[in-house]
C-alpha cells in the first residue's frame, strides 16, 4: 500500500476518535506483512490515565487478530508539526515491530517525517533484555 493510501486511512478512523475529554482525536493506520490493514483511534477515559492511543488501538487489534509480523504504520493529528508517538505507543510498537519497518508521522497539513522503529526508538528495552544471557 502507498503510504498516501495509508495516511488517508489514517485521517478516516481519525473522525471516530473517542475525545471528550482533550478533544485531541488521533488516527493511526497499521499495514501487516500478509497486506492486512487494520485502523485505529485514540479512546479516551474519565479515568484519565485508562486511555488508549490510536497507534496502540490498530496494534492492538491487529495482534489479537493473530498478526505479529508488520510492514508499515502511519498515525495523524492534527499538530503543527507532524505528530509523534507518545513513549508507551514507542514501546509497544518495540515489542511487535522488527527494527526496519516505518513509521510515517503526520498532520492534517501533509508534513510527513518517516523513520524506522529503530531510529524513533533506539536502545529499546526488549525481551532479550528479560534474560540474563548477552542480547
Ligand atoms: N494520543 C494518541 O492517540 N497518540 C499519540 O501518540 C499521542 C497522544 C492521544 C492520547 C489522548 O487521547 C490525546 O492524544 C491527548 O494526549
Known sequence: MESKQLINEA???R???YVPYSK???GAALVTEDGTLYTGCNIENAAYPVTCCAERV???KAVSDGHDHFKELAVVADTKRPVP???SCRQVMSEFFQSDVK???TNLHGDTK???MEEILPFSFSS???SEEEA
Open 11 to 13: 485521517k478516516k478512523i
Open 128 to 130: 532479550a533484555d528479560l
Open 103 to 105: 513509521i510515517h508521522t
Open 114 to 116: 518517516t523513520f524506522t
Open 58 to 60: 490498530a496494534i492492538f
Open 85 to 87: 508517538p507518545c513513549g
Open 15 to 17: 473522525e471516530k476518535a
Open 24 to 26: 485531541f482525536p488521533v
